[in-house]
């Protein structure tokens, strides 16, 4: 009887490595594909685009809501990683607000598979649970940093940052502009901002401002209701937005 052929050295080490290197990139082509013609393509169409054949693509997601589940997952972990980057390397404020544009930008797009992870509950989501509680857990802290510096209002919750995310990925897939997308992204994430507390208001009942006081530091809203006033570049600065304010100051100060 022949003798068995000797095992190869690292041949095993080489099989896991292939293994590992053909999920990958299935995953990414999924990913790609998904975006692009959504999901109903067939596997076998993801595994033409990745260049592997069907088998492998079976192999490592026996069904599509498995390779579904797994795209979204790795999508998530990578989120999470960028989520340590950001509190690595920047302020907390920045780390947060940062973090949050990166998962706008990235998640644009992927809207599709969302929707189709959360209307199906008849398969297990073991992997993307735990993606997510990975995710949860980073928001958190980076929340609860970015509140100690006063670098985000006090009423904020995680939650809320989370349904803002999703809001702007999809306000970020539905402009055509990009930096048009991107600027109203920043503007809707700014309301998260702590106010800025500047120079007193000047409404009525207040002590009037003194005479030497200049127009632009004096009077800049209306003394009766608050409304912003528009500075002239000459002349008496206003203290009134209008008639119906001015006889209404008028009628106070005479009843007084």
Known sequence: MAAAPAPVPGAGLAGRADARRNREIVLRTAARVF??????????RIAQRAGVGAGTVYRHFPSK??????????????????????AARAAPGDALFGFLLEVIEKSAGRQHICDALTAEQGWPHATLTAATRHFDEALDR?????????????????????????????????????????????????????????KDVVFRDMPAVARH????????????????LRTRATGRPPRYCGATCRQRARRRRTAT
């Open 35 to 44: 975006a692009e013609e959504g999901l109903e393509v067939s596997l076998g």
């Open 65 to 86: 809501e498995i390779l579904v589940e797994a795209v979204l997952a790795d999508h998530v972990e990578s989120l999470v990683a960028a989520a340590d980057r950001f």
């Open 142 to 198: 980076l929340l609860h940093n970015a509140k100690q510096t006063g670098a985000i209002r006090a009423d904020v919750q995680a939650d809320d940052l989370a349904a803002l995310a999703a809001g702007g990925a999809a306000l970020r897939s539905a402009h055509r502009n990009q930096a048009r997308g991107i600027r109203l992204v920043r503007l809707l994430l700014d309301g998260l901002r702590t106010p800025n507390v500047t």
């Open 213 to 228: 006081d200049t127009a632009v530091d004096s009077v800049q809203h209306c003394r009766e209701c608050g409304a912003r």
